[in-house]
């Protein structure tokens, strides 16, 4: 109600501003059409009182160039004439009584077209009154246009806040809460897009989490992308991961990594060892027992960067960068830039300021001078935590539906198999 009351004064206000205008307006015009005839009158008054005596040799410019000008209160300090073609040409001027600003008008007497340049005291107050009014009318219209943009601001701010959230939903990010202040419309839809959040949140992960039940095989599930997801959807439970013979754990809570250990390996060296293989089956099971260690100090762009960093096989490489000729592009959302800069080394940090959504590998590794491999070996650690988008990144952003989730998983392990 208070948005309709809004703008149903502001309608109001314009209305009564262009009102004023057009009484303005015509009552300016009525003004000049007034002294017009007055003018005509008294000089045609005049005229006619002068030929009461006719000479045969006079014109009517012969007579008004004998006209003193007074018209009653009205003084008349220059005439001028028009000439058949349209010409003005001065008649006289009486330069002793020159006004500040006096008024000129057109008028037409026994035929003769004339421009007549008046002063009154009438007209004093007349452009007094004018002045004031403009400026009042100028005065409000610009206090008008400074409301209008306060009232416009505080009714967008509000819809791009409702945007930015939708922005959020289609780029998959379903765990930030939408709030947002406004009018009953804009909490209205505020809650509707709070509801689809929670309601796309509980799908997904529903999704994701089934998924994970399903044993699937690291060929078609790299494990950077399991963890992708798991660190998306913000699940809790053990990542186990069966390599030939030995027995992988990779424990996560809220998304987070907390712990693994892999043989004899525990830490950080168990989860660089899981990262880095080609082959095996995986399964998550939210129910078993945690397994904390020295990961959970460490933040989880930190931890997969540090693996990357050790992959040098281009099977896992071209999966996320296939080629010296990909463009990486930034992705929108998912990532704290503090919490990067803090984590990337270096030259990793160089080349993530260079980014420019425009720019191939072989033209970075031409511009910074590295050789393509190298550039191609530091976007595969980007697209690897979420930082640039990829085939392999996308389809951990934006889960497919459950059924179909399902059905990859099971047709991964039966491949498994």
């Known amino acids: 109600m208070r948005s309709i009351a809004g703008r149903t004064a502001l ?25 017009v005839a007055q003018i005509e009158r008294g ?25 003193d000008g007074r018209l009653g209160e009205w003084h008349i300090i220059q005439l001028d004439y028009y000439d058949s073609q349209g010409r003005l040409h001065p008649l006289w001027s009486l330069s002793s009584l020159q006004d500040a600003s006096p008024e000129s008008y057109d008028v037409e007497v026994a035929g003769q077209r004339l421009r007549v340049t008046i002063a009154a005291p009438v007209f004093e107050v007349y452009r007094g009154v004018r002045k004031a009014a403009t400026w009042l009318f100028v005065g409000v219209g610009a206090g008008l246009c400074v409301f209008a943009a306060v009232v416009l601001h505080l009714q967008l701010r509000p819809l791009k806040q409702l945007t930015a959230a939708g922005a959020t939903l289609l780029a998959g990010q379903f765990d930030r809460q939408i709030e947002v202040d406004g009018t009953g419309e804009i909490k209205r839809l505020a809650r509707v897009l709070e509801e689809v959040r929670l309601r796309f949140r509980q799908l997904v992960g529903g999704a994701i989490t089934q998924a994970m039940i399903w044993e699937g095989n690291l060929e078609l599930y790299p494990l950077s992308m ?18 030939r013979s030995d027995l992988g754990l990779i424990y996560v809570k ?27 089956a995986f399964k998550f099971n939210p129910k078993m027992k945690p397994l904390e260690d020295e990961l959970q100090t460490l933040s989880w762009h930190a931890v997969l960067l540090w693996a990357a960093r050790r992959v040098h096989s281009l099977r896992f490489i071209e999966q996320y960068v296939p080629g010296f000729r990909y463009v990486a592009k930034r992705a929108q959302h998912g990532y704290d830039e503090h ?44 697209a690897v935590v979420g930082l640039i ?20 998983a099971r047709a991964a392990w039966r491949r498994g198999k």
């Open 11 to 35: 309608y109001l206000l314009i209305a009564a501003l262009l009102s004023f205008w057009v009484v303005g307006l015509i009552i300016e015009r009525r003004v000049e059409q007034v002294v």
């Open 43 to 67: 000089m045609q008054e005049w005229l006619a009182a002068r030929r009461a005596a006719p000479s045969p040799d006079m014109t009517v410019l012969d007579y008004l160039r004998q006209f």
């Open 226 to 243: 399991l963890l992708m997801m798991l660190r998306f959807t913000r699940q809790t439970g053990m990542l186990v991961i069966m390599s």
């Open 254 to 280: 809220n998304g987070s990594l907390r712990g693994a250990s892999f043989g004899d390996y525990r830490g950080l060296r168990a989860f660089y060892a899981l990262f880095l293989l080609e082959e095996g």
């Open 339 to 382: 919490q990067i800069r803090v984590d990337l080394m270096p030259d990793e940090l160089r080349l993530w300021e260079e980014l420019d959504d425009q720019r191939s590998v072989m033209q970075y590794a031409r511009d910074l001078r590295w050789t393509p491999e190298t550039v191609q070996r530091y976007l595969y650690r980007f």
């Open 389 to 408: 988008e990829s085939s392999m990144s996308q389809v951990g952003l934006n889960p497919p539906p459950a059924n179909v989730v399902s059905l990859w």
